[in-house]
């Protein structure tokens, strides 16, 4: 019976420590990808502000494992939000709404995914020397408070995050070229 009992306070005692050391760890988590195309910012960014476009190439589903997305009725720009279910585990269900739109540099969006909050940037920078035009995409995600070891293994979240923004950007880009805006 002593066995059980050290074993089980020793569980209790790693829970706790590991508690405690987390508590220390922020739980921000802040993504960011970019990639280069050759194409105008102006012809670029309509794909950006409008969630009706991020149906294709969007970080949280993924082509056709999702359905019933819907765009409210709000044209292009702040106040737009969508909404998606899910089929598969490639694709988070959530909802996005644009908050900012800074014609053509940048769109913040504030996300619920799977009941998660977190914040999106896409943007474009066009001040590179050989005239391309850099996309890129940041995610900031709270990963959670108590019992903060959740904090501890955020490099997990890290990765997951960087992988679905590398599929998007890729995703972008390749709609990009598909009609035809690469220089």
Known sequence: ???VIRIFLLI???????????????SEVKVQRTTDIFAMPEDVFP??????SHEVWSPWHDGESHKGFVVNR???GIGQQSVWLCETDSCIPGTEE???????????????LNGKIASATYGLLSDNADGSTTIFFEV??????FPYVQRLIKFQEVAKLESRLDRALGQFAALIEADGLVE
């Open 47 to 52: 794909y950006l502000s409008n969630l009706e």
């Open 12 to 26: 209790i005692g790693g829970f706790v420590l590991a508690a405690g050391a987390g508590f220390f760890v922020s």
């Open 98 to 112: 644009i908050r900012l739109v800074e014609y053509p540099a940048y769109v913040q969006s504030d996300l619920n």
């Open 140 to 145: 900031n995600k709270d990963v959670g408070g």
């Open 1 to 3: 019976m002593k066995w």
């Open 74 to 76: 709000v044209e292009e």
